[in-house]
Nanobody
């Protein structure tokens, strides 16, 4: 069993930065791939960034590539999403999720555990 708790959301002006944290609880969390997703009002949940637990490789959606960075602190079982150069269209509820797959997936349905979400609002 894995429990995830996000934090770090808030209100920021366009061009600003935020760092989201995903604190994990569970004895085998380090063996899970991590994904960050977001969901804006009236839109589907979309993949933003992911990290493979085995080799540490990362992947990003085209909309955030070059602006967002996913990282980890294994000692404290925390995963981070650093978001720079934020735009109003980045406004959404952001979720971290965990999956136990050999090949990481970007599909929300493939993630087994989810956090409660944290709101990110970017003003223009």
């Amino acid at each position: 069993q894995v429990q995830l708790v996000e934090s770090g959301g808030g209100l920021v002006q366009a061009g600003g930065s935020l760092r989201l944290s995903c604190a994990a609880h569970g004895p085998t969390f380090r063996f899970y791939n991590i994904g960050w997703f977001r969901q804006a009002p009236m839109k589907e949940r979309e993949f933003v960034a992911g990290r493979d637990w085995a080799d540490g490789s990362t992947s990003y959606s085209d909309s955030v590539k070059g602006r967002y960075t996913i990282s980890r602190d294994n000692a404290r079982s925390i995963r981070y999403l650093q978001m720079n150069s934020l735009k109003p269209e980045d406004t959404a509820v952001y979720y971290c999720a965990a999956q136990k797959r050999v090949v990481p997936s970007r599909a929300a349905m493939d993630y087994e555990y989810w956090g409660q979400g944290t709101q990110v609002t970017v003003s223009s």
